[in-house]
């Protein structure tokens, strides 16, 4: 912007007609570039005191609108001729192609700047009369972008590989089947978890938005990025808990005598208290597995040392929080604000640590238990092939679940971390490499598992049955325990638990990113705040955390677990593949990967969004109800009102995805028809809504692959 005295010389006019000249000379050489003429506004002279008259006798202001209608008709004509415009690597995505209405003349707005001299400087901006046509980008700054590739895929494969593959997969493979189990987990991974994860990158990475405005694609399911949004912040509430625990075993493994958990006789054990070594075979004979027993230094360290759980009588007595428990919370968050305060500059440098330490530690973990005895008899155990289970419907739906809360989509993580990549950015390939090192990561980690357990039962003489068990007793309780009984258990003790806060911190990092990212992007007085706003959020979850480390708080943590993020997120996907897949359409999205990597999705990705996908998470949806238990904690049966309560975190979620549906069809102005049209069509295509063409009112949109 060049600001200008508001007197006009005669030397200023020859040098404006001479300037007018010269541009558009340069026009006719730049008449077939991409790159227009929008720049050179900037050289034009406007005046504060444009109706002044000058000395031979025209005004400024007249002067300028001819300029500026010739440049407008230039731009027009240009604008026409180019028959493919230039491709340029861009951060950016470029306009869709749309029928827009013809440019119009411009007008042009003095703003006075200051006043010097007795001469006033004045600035200008050009004034559009119609819409401009949609960019992702269009008028707003340019989006932060992921400092090094690497960044991203370290932050997505963090986000994926969370505890759940440690203490969840393995059960579950041999439970099911073993290898058996293979098949289901595989077949589902290719239909549905894939195509879901890559469906999300690619929305992400070509609309540069946050979960929820990046359903401008169509406004009226808008509400599932709400609802997304809060249960990732439910699942904030807790899961920093199960991290603090892992940072308090860490603590409590920095000893130069036997580990804490390694015998009785401590102030927090009951009278009851026995040593493992001691208990024979004929007491698991009698039908209760090792899991279950509760009074080994183990489990007597995890539930009346960390928890506390004897002090309370259930979750309606859940008493205040723990002070040990409340610091190492307190370390959590801090250092999850800090890896997140300045965006994703610094979380795609945090990740380079908690993402590739966890395979290092798995790695050395997996060596040292292939050397241990009985480390055979665990992996045959793990991996033992039994086709019959296969008849089970129950195998098909663990496999189900387990395949999408292994991935991690829904949650709007992954919309998030793509929005911050380059626009052509291959995610493609991104989407099928990070989900195959996800799930390889679940197989190998089956391995360090089992061949502890293995080890395990051959010291106590049991089977792996007795043994195995999954969640945070396989962690907290069988783990521990198995690595108490290794040469140099301080230090197995340490590398493991250090491994579970790796772990546990990055997964965290990308649920509060969902949260920051797709609600900055609603609402940008908190993109401008973003420290202030990362600030707030931690320290909500840090307050409510806080009812979590209680001594019933195993108890909201098992409710929250169950319900915050269960029926709920698998509902908000479906919603979420349907809103894609069929009003947006897989096409006009296939066409907008298109844009940005060069080439179209095959065939099978695209029946995958349109069929499968939708299908797989409706299974998935219904076998999660059909199969619904009340509540339990071990022998704990939680009351009715509690599963009530559950009921109600997990509706406050799923109830927002009808509920701004509602909003957005109210708010709209017109007929029924007119409404519901501009809450389906993307809000870059309204303009065709008001000329009465409306892609889904036509049958060929719904029939389009």
């Given at each position: 912007m060049v600001w200008a005295p508001s007197i006009m010389t005669?030397?200023?006019?020859?040098?404006?007609?001479?300037?007018?000249?010269?541009?558009?000379?340069?026009?006719?050489?730049?008449?077939?570039?991409?790159?227009?003429?929008?720049?050179?506004?900037?050289?034009?002279?406007?005046?504060?005191?444009?109706?002044?008259?000058?000395?031979?006798?025209?005004?400024?202001?007249?002067?300028?609108?001819?300029?500026?209608?010739?440049?407008?008709?230039?731009?027009?004509?240009?604008?026409?001729?180019?028959?493919?415009?230039?491709?340029?690597?861009?951060?950016?995505?470029?306009?869709?192609?749309?029928?827009?209405?013809?440019?119009?003349?411009?007008?042009?707005?003095?703003?006075?700047?200051?006043?010097?001299?007795?001469?006033?400087?004045?600035?200008?901006?050009?004034?559009?009369?119609?819409?401009?046509?949609?960019?992702?980008?269009?008028?707003?700054?340019?989006?932060?972008?992921?400092?090094?590739?690497?960044?991203?895929?370290?932050?997505?494969?963090?986000?994926?590989?969370?505890?759940?593959?440690?203490?969840?997969?393995?059960?579950?493979?041999?439970?099911?089947g073993g290898g058996a189990f293979l098949i289901p987990y595989i077949l589902f991974l290719v239909i549905a978890g894939m195509p879901l994860f890559y469906?999300?990158?690619?929305?992400?990475?070509?609309?540069?938005?946050?979960?929820?405005?990046?359903?401008?694609?169509?406004?009226?399911?808008?509400?599932?990025?709400?609802?997304?949004?809060?249960?990732a912040l439910y699942v904030g509430f807790y899961y920093n808990v199960i991290i603090a625990w892992s940072l308090y075993y860490l603590f409590a493994s920095f000893t130069l005598e036997e580990l804490p958990w390694t015998k009785c006789g401590n102030p927090w054990n009951s009278p009851n208290c026995i040593d493992p070594k001691l208990i024979n075979a004929s007491t698991f004979a009698a039908g209760t597995t090792y899991s279950k027993y509760k009074i080994t230094p183990a489990a007597e360290f995890y539930e009346r040392r960390v928890l506390q759980l004897h002090l309370s009588r259930g979750i309606h007595d859940i008493g205040l929080p723990q002070w040990q428990l409340t610091l190492c919370l307190v370390v959590v968050v801090i250092t999850v604000f800090f890896s997140l305060w300045k965006g994703v500059k610094t979380s795609g440098k945090v990740v380079w640590i908690t993402a590739t330490l966890p395979y290092v530690v798995l790695s050395v973990l997996l060596i040292h238990g292939l050397t241990l005895p009985?480390?055979?008899?665990?992996?045959?155990?793990?991996?033992?092939?039994?086709?019959?289970?296969?008849?089970?419907?129950?195998?098909?739906?663990?496999?189900?679940?387990?395949?999408?809360?292994?991935?991690?989509a829904g949650f709007g993580v992954l919309i998030a971390f793509a929005s911050y990549n380059r626009f052509d950015n291959n995610c493609y390939r991104d989407a099928l490499m990070t989900s195959t090192i996800n799930c390889v990561t679940s197989f190998i980690s089956g391995f360090a598992i089992f061949s502890i357990l293995g080890y395990m039962a051959h010291v106590y003489k049991v089977?792996?049955?007795?043994?195995?068990?999954?969640?945070?007793?396989?962690?907290?309780?069988?783990?521990?325990?198995?690595?108490?009984?290794?040469?140099?258990?301080?230090?197995?003790?340490?590398?493991?638990?250090?491994?579970?806060?790796?772990?546990?911190?990055?997964?965290?990092?990308?649920?509060?990113?969902?949260?920051?990212?797709?609600?900055?992007?609603?609402?940008?007085?908190l993109k401008r705040h973003r420290k202030l706003f990362t600030f707030g959020v931690s320290f909500g979850t840090f307050l409510v955390a806080l009812f979590c480390i209680t001594n019933g708080g195993i108890y909201i943590l098992t409710l929250l677990d169950t319900f915050a993020a269960g029926t709920s997120i698998l509902f908000a996907v479906l919603i979420e593949a349907i809103g894609v897949s069929w009003f947006y359409g897989v096409d006009r999205f296939s066409e907008d990967i298109q844009q940005m990597m060069g080439f179209k999705p095959g065939l099978y990705w695209r029946l995958c969004w349109k069929f499968v996908s939708p299908a797989f998470l409706l299974f998935v949806v219904i076998a999660s109800i059909v199969t619904f238990k009340p509540?339990?904690?071990?022998?704990?049966?939680?009351?009715?009102?509690?599963?009530?309560?559950?009921?109600?975190?997990?509706?406050?979620?799923?109830?927002?995805?009808?509920?701004?549906?509602?909003?957005?069809?109210?708010?709209?102005?017109?007929?029924?028809?007119?409404?519901?049209?501009?809450?389906?069509?993307?809000?870059?295509?309204?303009?065709?809504?008001?000329?009465?063409?409306?892609?889904?009112?036509?049958?060929?949109?719904?029939l389009s692959i």
């Open positions: 005669a030397e200023q006019r020859r040098l404006l007609i001479l300037t007018r000249q010269k541009l558009f000379l340069w026009s006719q050489r730049r008449a077939r570039s991409a790159t227009l003429i929008l720049p050179c506004w900037s050289c034009i002279c406007l005046t504060h005191q444009a109706r002044q008259p000058l000395g031979h006798g025209t005004s400024i202001l007249v002067e300028c609108r001819l300029l500026l209608r010739e440049l407008t008709c230039l731009l027009a004509t240009m604008t026409k001729s180019l028959s493919q415009p230039e491709q340029r690597d861009s951060a950016v995505a470029p306009l869709r192609d749309c029928s827009d209405p013809p440019l119009q003349k411009k007008d042009v707005e003095l703003l006075l700047v200051k006043e010097q001299n007795g001469v006033q400087y004045t600035s200008s901006n050009l004034l559009e009369t119609r819409s401009p046509r949609y960019s992702p980008t269009a008028a707003e700054p340019e989006r932060e972008t992921w400092g090094k590739k690497i960044d991203f895929l370290l932050s997505v494969i963090g986000f994926s590989v969370d505890l759940a593959n440690v203490w969840r997969f393995p059960y579950l493979c041999y439970k099911n469906m999300e990158l690619a929305l992400g990475q070509y609309n540069r938005e946050g979960a929820a405005t990046v359903w401008k694609i169509c406004p009226l399911f808008k509400g599932v990025g709400y609802a997304v949004i809060l249960i009985g480390a055979y008899d665990g992996i045959k155990a793990y991996l033992n092939i039994d086709f019959r289970r296969l008849k089970e419907a129950t195998v098909w739906i663990d496999a189900a679940t387990q395949i999408f809360y292994s991935l991690g089977k792996i049955q007795d043994v195995a068990t999954e969640g945070a007793g396989l962690v907290f309780i069988i783990y521990p325990e198995a690595i108490s009984t290794l040469k140099g258990s301080t230090f197995w003790a340490i590398v493991f638990f250090i491994m579970l806060l790796s772990l546990g911190i990055d997964s965290s990092m990308g649920g509060m990113e969902a949260v920051i990212t797709g609600l900055a992007d609603d609402f940008h007085i509540l339990t904690y071990d022998e704990y049966v939680f009351p009715p009102w509690a599963n009530s309560v559950g009921w109600g975190i997990a509706l406050s979620s799923m109830i927002l995805v009808p509920a701004y549906a509602l909003y957005k069809l109210l708010k709209a102005r017109g007929t029924f028809k007119q409404r519901l049209a501009y809450c389906i069509t993307p809000e870059n295509e309204h303009h065709l809504v008001a000329e009465g063409n409306v892609r889904q009112y036509k049958f060929q949109h719904w």
